[in-house]
């Protein structure tokens, strides 16, 4: 979630750096997809809530998000944040400052950022990633062989569905924490479409542990820890100090996650045509729900990397160097851009603002999506010709350094902004 530098003397750095901030944004785009299909709703829904829209549109617009947006994007930015982690502590040891202290504070102040933007919206992941971030520091000195294993582990989900198993053994359950989705689905429903501003405060601030208790029984909370250790495992191997000189590299993977793509598909079709044909009810049989669910969490992984491989190898590529780079302006200001597209879908969607909440369809809502984006991208890159860093990264940085940091580039300052 940092922002990259402005400054950037080396040639090699300034590679690296703009591959990451393009994939920053590349990853707001498809968050924000994630969120204004189902108009920005922060928690669960009465079902029949998404099944209001099947014009065509609409068809294709969820069945994008379901296959190439659920799950992916996030998973990026969690794998930028722990690569940003490793670059953000190994500055800090090259200046010989207290790594512990200095970074738990910038933690702190993100998780105050992420509190207040709890508040206003209970999908907040800022909330999830300080605590993880915070356990990072007690990781950093794990092994290059223990990172990739314990982080390939989690990425797969595998302690989650194991412990899903066990649970399905000994409750006939498949989720590990109970949770009534009518009831929760209901109340959200509620205050997206009635709610006052002081009522949605109440409920988002009262939705902190419903938002937890999704984390572990969806194993997203694990997943994210896994992509952290992969993001500090790939910084540790310099993977993208110089991408040109990782083409084979990332070459392979690609083509192996392509693969494992391709199979999980078509293991996902003859599971489908299989329940349907033995009439099976993956939501009323827990074991076909698991069976299904592990298929798609090797699935999600692959396409993740995939994404991340091939931004990073077209990247190489002047043409769609060029065609890619509005996203880096976007990705420069990632805490700014992602704040800032929950105050446009509230606004949009929620009671408090034009309380188009159901009103719209998931087709429109894409096209939103576009022009939202459009914007944010307009608005970056203007930012960005007059200031060093976007307003809440100033800010984040000013406190995290406890004096003001020079933001207006229409002055020349003696000290330029340091790379992180």
């Known amino acids: 979630m940092t922002a990259s530098p402005i400054f950037i003397q080396s040639p090699q750095k300034m590679d690296r750096i703009v591959t990451l901030d393009v994939l920053r944004g590349f990853a707001l785009f498809g968050i924000l997809y994630a969120h204004m299909i189902f108009w920005y709703a922060a928690g669960p829904l009465p079902q029949e809530t998404y099944q209001l829209y099947k014009d065509l549109g609409s068809g294709i617009a969820i069945g994008t998000y379901m296959i190439f947006i659920l799950s992916k994007f996030f998973a990026i930015f969690s794998f930028l944040f722990g690569l940003s982690f490793y670059i953000q502590i190994q500055g800090l040891i090259n200046r010989q400052e207290p790594v512990i202290s200095r970074f738990g504070w910038r933690l702190i102040i993100l998780g105050v950022i992420g509190l207040l933007h709890h508040t206003f919206w209970r999908a907040d992941i800022l909330s999830i990633y300080v605590p993880l971030g915070l356990l990072l520091l007690f990781l950093r000195n794990l092994s290059n062989k223990a990172l990739l294993i314990i982080g390939v582990l989690l990425v797969l989900n595998i302690p989650t569905k194991f412990a899903e198993l066990i649970s399905i053994l000994l409750r006939d359950k498949l989720t590990l924490l109970d949770f009534d989705q009518k009831i929760a689905g209901a109340e959200y429903y509620a205050i997206l479409s009635e709610g006052s501003f002081t009522e949605m405060i109440k409920h988002n601030i009262a939705a902190m542990g419903d938002k937890y208790i999704y984390q572990i029984n969806s194993g997203r909370l694990i997943i994210t820890l896994g992509f952290f250790l992969l993001g500090m495992f790939a910084g540790r191997m310099q993977w993208f ?180």
């Open 241 to 420: 100090e110089n991408i040109a000189n990782q083409a084979r590299l990332f070459k392979n993977v690609l083509k192996k996650s392509s693969w494992v793509v391709a199979i999980t598909l078509l293991l996902g079709v003859g599971f489908g045509i299989t329940t349907f044909m033995l009439e099976i009810d993956v939501e009323k049989t827990p074991l076909a729900g698991w069976l299904g669910g592990f298929m798609l969490e090797f699935f999600n992984a692959s396409l993740t990397l995939i994404y991340i491989t091939g931004i990073s190898l077209l990247m190489l590529k002047p043409r769609w160097s060029a065609r890619l780079m509005p996203l880096a302006a976007v990705g420069k200001m990632a805490l700014t851009s992602y704040l800032m597209q929950t105050l446009f879908g509230v606004f949009i969607f929620f009671n408090i603002g034009l309380g188009l909440f159901t009103k719209t369809s998931p087709g429109t809502n894409a096209l939103l999506c576009f022009a939202i984006f459009g914007l944010q991208i307009l608005f970056c890159r203007w930012w960005l010709t007059h200031f060093y860093y976007g307003p809440i990264e100033w800010l984040w940085r000013s406190a995290t350094n406890f004096k003001w940091q020079p933001l207006y580039k229409g002055r020349q300052t003696p000290n330029a902004p340091a790379v992180d």
